[in-house]
């Protein structure tokens, strides 16, 4: 998808024009969208806005942590937006906003789902200020965090009662999807828990261009909703450890019955096996071929192996 310049004009009218005007409407609010840049589209915007090569290189090498970078005329933020394509399957959107005077500047790969929701706003003139476009933006990625994160506490529950319902059976093989669960919530933390340090400084009003009356209420409960995301990831993560720790320890007692009666038949059987093997060796006090002796070993081994079975059984052992 090519570069898109939505520009503000002050009727309230929304023009979509061309990306090479950004520098001559500068005194409109712009908003510039860039899916999948190219070197071309970034070139672009750094000469169009004079962006550090520092951010320009940020953007051009994506991974990058959550931040928010000032420099002489311009600010650089990094924002993840998270989506859910296939039950299960969580793909993070790396977005690189640029904040100038009247200018913001997006950049991501692929299509963002906040994005959209955002341009529907802003053309609908609900955000009419560079400030209320950026808080748009970020609201609304946050806003899709907790639906997944929700989805993530249901698989938790859902693991957690097969291995209670199923503690007296052969236990269910999801121990590596309790790990992959557990993998999952710690990779959307490393994404959610450094973007409370961009929002502590949106409602600090560090930033020139969002010193407005009342801007920083709407970035403090953007902050709030951070919070309340790590807050529950992290509820969600000790609760997973539970699971896991309950799954082990459900395998060692299940591990635990069964070893109980193997030894109890292990002792059984040697106890048999020593009085055949006492009366199977051919001594003179012992005739081989006595019958009265090997009735008496039978009776032996009977008696033996009924006392050790009581016994075992009211030890709980069989």
């Known amino acids: 998808m090519p570069a898109r310049l939505l520009v503000r004009h002050p009727d309230g009218r929304i023009e979509e024009t061309s990306p090479q005007d950004l520098s001559e409407l500068r005194d409109r609010v712009c908003w510039l969208d860039v899916a999948d840049p190219n070197d071309r589209d970034l070139d672009l915007v750094a000469e169009e806005l004079k962006l550090h090569p520092l951010a320009l290189e940020d953007t051009r090498h994506r991974h990058q942590r959550p931040k928010i970078d000032e420099y002489e005329d311009h600010y650089f933020v990094v924002f993840y937006a998270l989506e859910e394509p ?9 977005v690189s906003i640029f904040l100038a005077q009247n200018v913001v500047v997006t950049v991501h790969s692929g299509e963002c789902a906040a994005r959209v929701d955002v341009e529907r706003r ?6 009419a200020t560079p400030g209320l476009l950026l808080h748009g933006l970020l609201d609304t990625m946050v806003d899709g965090y907790f639906e997944i994160v929700d989805h993530f506490g ?3 529950e859902l693991l957690e009662s097969l291995i209670v319902d199923q503690a007296g059976a052969d236990l269910p093989t999801s121990l590596g999807e309790l790990f992959q669960l557990k993998r999952d919530l710690l990779r959307i933390r490393q994404r959610v828990a450094p973007e409370r340090d961009v929002l502590n400084v949106l409602v600090r009003g560090d930033i020139r261009e969002l010193r407005e009356p009342g801007r920083r209420a709407y970035f403090q409960d953007v902050y709030d909703h951070i919070v309340r995301v790590t807050d529950e990831i992290d509820t969600f993560r000790e609760l997973t450890s539970n699971v896991i720790e309950a ?3 459900a395998a060692s007692n299940r591990l635990n019955e069964i ?4 030894t109890s038949v292990a002792t059984i059987l040697l106890v048999v096996t020593l009085v055949t093997s006492f009366f199977g060796m051919n001594f003179d006090v012992i005739p081989f071929r006595s019958e009265g002796l090997f009735w008496t070993a039978i009776a032996v081994m009977l008696v033996s192996t009924a006392l050790l079975g009581v016994y075992f059984r009211r030890r709980g052992w069989l």
């Open 122 to 127: 802003f053309r609908d003139g609900h955000l």
């Open 259 to 262: 070893l109980k009666v193997l």
């Open 154 to 156: 249901e698989r938790v």
């Open 86 to 94: 296939e039950p299960d399957v969580i793909r993070d959107v790396e």
């Open 247 to 249: 799954h082990l320890a």
